[in-house]
Nanobody
Framework: QLQFVESGGGLVQPGGSLRLSCAAI????????IGWFRQAPGKEHEGVSC????????YYLDSVKGRFTISRDNAKNMVYLQMNSLKPEDTGIYYC?????????????WGQGTQVTVSS
């Protein structure tokens, strides 16, 4: 089965940090641009960040610029999202998925997600 598996979520206080990981199962992650998305209660699903297949281009939601950093290690078949200075509004389930390019209309191989809760 082809899918991504997310990990690294948890409960953290405002101002804290988490590092999310995205592992590709059954295929080569390096063939895809990888996006991180989140779903918060009562809010629409939104794209948080994306990294091109080579890692040469990265994109961020305005509200996370300067706080989140996306990176990838194609040799390890992994993508990461370093999240610093976390805010309560960052709370949600975080998913990764793949597409030919970051601005592709549809992503695939969605995982089960990892829960991030920012609360004091």
């Amino acid at each position: 089965q082809l899918q991504f598996v997310e990990s690294g979520g948890g409960l953290v206080q405002p101002g804290g940090s988490l590092r999310l990981s995205c592992a590709a199962i059954g295929f080569t992650l390096g063939d895809y641009a990888i996006g991180w998305f989140r779903q918060a209660p009562g809010k629409e699903h939104e794209g948080v960040s994306c990294i091109s297949s080579s890692g040469g281009s990265t994109y961020y939601l305005d509200s996370v610029k300067g706080r989140f950093t996306i990176s990838r290690d194609n040799a390890k078949n992994m993508v990461y999202l370093q999240m610093n200075s976390l805010k309560p509004e960052d709370t949600g389930i975080y998913y990764c998925a793949g597409a030919p390019e970051c601005n592709w209309p549809e992503y695939e191989y969605w995982g089960q997600g990892t829960q991030v809760t920012v609360s004091s």
